[in-house]
């Protein structure tokens, strides 16, 4: 560790991790539910259950992006972080919030817009925490050296708190309700997440290959830009069907479209840099995951996110298990799996020692990626046939979800790999094993032409 | 990448057009939400009731099981239509009825059936809940859903 008080960023981490592993169980119960219906459906109803794994999953996603920031800025600006008491300051409030907001959903008291049913106090919560890191951070930032990649991770959650303030406006007119409401969730996910995604990945790729940072931020600002440029119109995918005007279905197709192209960017980047760099970095798992995460992220948000976002497809698509293929898919694959990768390359050196259970580690990536890839299909066939029966021949909800039981029963199991990836992922980070499950070979640096016979 | 393209002109091109397109998207959302109020909603009044009926919808957070405008939890069945297949859409004393009777008969705790957990409402509660599911249904969607199954 260069800085001393990039061990903030630790802190931050194992919350996250935290919560990631109640998130999953909270997945694995409502898959479950899905399997067999009467589970707890009298003391802890699904409404309840998707509320804790759904919100668990963002706020631990946030915390692991402060955490990188935390971790990263440092490193970048070449200084110490600008107040370490604000930064645990701000950990407390998210944490005691977090658990508030899970506590009063188990007694009964949410909100009831989907994914910002945080109780009042706990908003206002989240705003003071945002407001106390921007302060912070931004402190260090101008205090030191300017980089692209502090540029962008700024940028990117300046604007994402700045959007939070759309979670206070809840309009009476549920039609402007919704359409205010994806100012949170699409500007989040699809446009300044992907900002702070890019910037974490940049660091990590920069840090794992020794390519020139002069190559690597050029790269960023292109990545970015492809993604505002798309993300922002692209809004418009959101607002074909819920009483806006017709024109959001050429707007949205056409901008949604071009939405792909900023995953696919940083795919590519992901592969020339590794490609080009010439570094042997010790830290493999690191590496697997931020190849990863950029493959995966073009898949789930990029390839399944276009498979239903022209209007012509949505418009039967729409609200079935498609979406949810690509929302698991898309969170995993972008969001899910960048965390792990800062996670995975960050805890060796928070904890002051040689990349550890890496093996562990990258059994638990291929565990989590095969069980979110399995999931993803097995609701894609689901969705197409819900889409089939349910809006095209006309047949009624419930009579096709019946058909469609073996699909989920298939999800439960993909889903039981997710956690087993996921509890394998946190014993990696946090238990100390005195070996390697597998002895690494020697280094042993690539020729530059193949010979023949070896 | 080419050389023409330098990093600093990557920058700006970035801010630029980024700025560009928050400027459009601003316009048509001001737009969207003159449209919303005088066109796709306007058909039947915001009362007090359909407010009431959206606070309840709330705060039991139906959106975690159902869906509304395709927007939610896909866990249960759409509701943004549901006044049309009930056949109740133009008839408010009917709708609110056959409401209160279907909340009053959850959960039906037949086995292997997903299961709705009981809400205890007001009558009022019930009626504004009606109300504002009508409200729902008359909003213009560019003719979605498909068909009444929703």
């Known amino acids: ?454 | 990448m080419a050389e023409i393209l330098t990093k600093s002109r990557a920058r700006n091109i970035f801010y630029a057009g980024s700025l560009f397109f928050v400027v459009i998207f601003v316009v048509l959302t001001v737009h969207s939400h003159y449209y919303v109020v005088t066109k796709s909603t306007a058909g039947m009044p915001l009362t007090d009731e359909v407010v009431l009926g959206k606070h309840v919808w709330e705060r039991h957070s139906c959106i975690n099981c159902h869906t509304l405008h395709g927007e939610g939890a896909y866990f249960a069945p759409e509701l943004g239509n549901v006044m049309t297949r009930w056949g109740v859409q133009e008839d408010p004393e009917s709708a609110a009825e056959v409401l209160g009777i279907w909340m009053e008969s959850q959960p039906s705790g037949v086995d292997g059936r997903r299961q709705m957990p009981r809400f205890v409402l007001t009558p009022e509660e019930v009626r504004g809940l009606s109300e504002f599911l009508r409200w729902a249904d008359q909003t213009d969607t560019q003719g979605w859903p498909p068909n009444d199954a929703g």
């Open chain 1, 1 to 454: 560790m260069k800085y001393q008080t990039q061990k903030v960023a630790y802190a931050y981490f194992l919350c996250a991790m935290g919560l990631f592993g109640i998130q999953v169980l909270g997945g694995l119960i409502a898959g479950w539910i899905y399997v067999s219906p009467n589970f707890l459906s009298e003391i802890l109803p699904f409404n309840i259950i998707r509320m804790i794994h759904t919100n668990a999953l963002i706020v631990w996603l946030l915390l692991g992006f402060f955490g990188a920031a935390y971790f990263l800025v440092p490193e970048e600006s070449e200084r110490e972080i600008y107040s370490v008491k604000l930064a645990y300051l701000q950990l407390i409030i998210l944490v005691v919030g977090t658990l508030g907001a899970v506590g009063s959903y188990l007694v009964g008291i949410h909100g009831g817009r989907e994914f910002l049913e945080q109780p009042l106090w706990v908003k206002i919560g989240i705003l003071i925490a945002a407001l106390i890191f921007l302060f912070n951070i931004s402190m260090t930032v101008l205090a030191g050296k300017k980089t692209a990649i502090t540029n962008v991770l700024l940028m990117g959650l300046w604007l994402l708190s700045l959007l939070w303030i759309f979670a206070f406006i809840n309009p009476d007119n549920l039609s402007l309700d919704k359409m205010y409401w994806w100012f949170v969730i699409h500007l989040w996910v699809e446009a300044t997440w992907e900002l702070v995604m890019a910037a974490i990945l940049a660091f990590l790729i920069l840090k794992l290959t020794g390519v020139d940072r002069e190559v690597v931020e050029k790269w960023l600002y292109v990545i970015v830009a492809t993604a505002l440029f798309s993300g922002i119109l692209g809004t418009g995918h959101h607002f074909y069907w819920i009483g806006l005007p017709g024109y959001w279905q050429w707007i949205g197709s056409i901008f949604s479209t071009f939405e792909v192209i900023p995953f696919f960017l940083m795919m590519s980047f992901a592969f020339i840099m590794v490609w080009k760099g010439r570094r042997n970095h010790p830290n493999k798992a690191a590496l697997l995951w931020s190849l990863g995460t950029a493959t995966v992220a073009f898949f789930g948000a990029g390839v399944w996110g276009f498979l239903h976002t022209l209007h012509g497809v949505n418009f039967y698509s729409h609200g079935t298990q498609i979406t949810a293929a690509h929302g698991h898919l898309a969170f995993y694959g972008a969001y899910v799996a960048l965390n792990l990768a800062i996670i995975s390359y960050a805890m060796p050196i928070l904890r002051g020692r040689e990349p550890y259970n890496q093996v562990l580690n990258m059994v638990s990536f291929w565990l989590m990626t095969g069980g979110m890839a399995f999931m993803t299909f097995v609701l894609t066939f689901a969705g197409i046939i819900q889409t089939h029966m349910q809006r095209v021949v006309g047949d009624y909800y419930m009579d096709v979800q019946d058909s469609l039981s073996i699909f989920y029963m298939m999800r439960f199991g993909s889903g039981a790999f997710v956690v087993l990836g996921a509890l394998l992922f946190i014993y990696s980070m946090l238990v100390v094993r005195k070996r390697e499950v597998i002895t690494p070979g020697p280094a042993n640096p690539a020729p530059a032409i193949s010979v023949p016979g070896e």
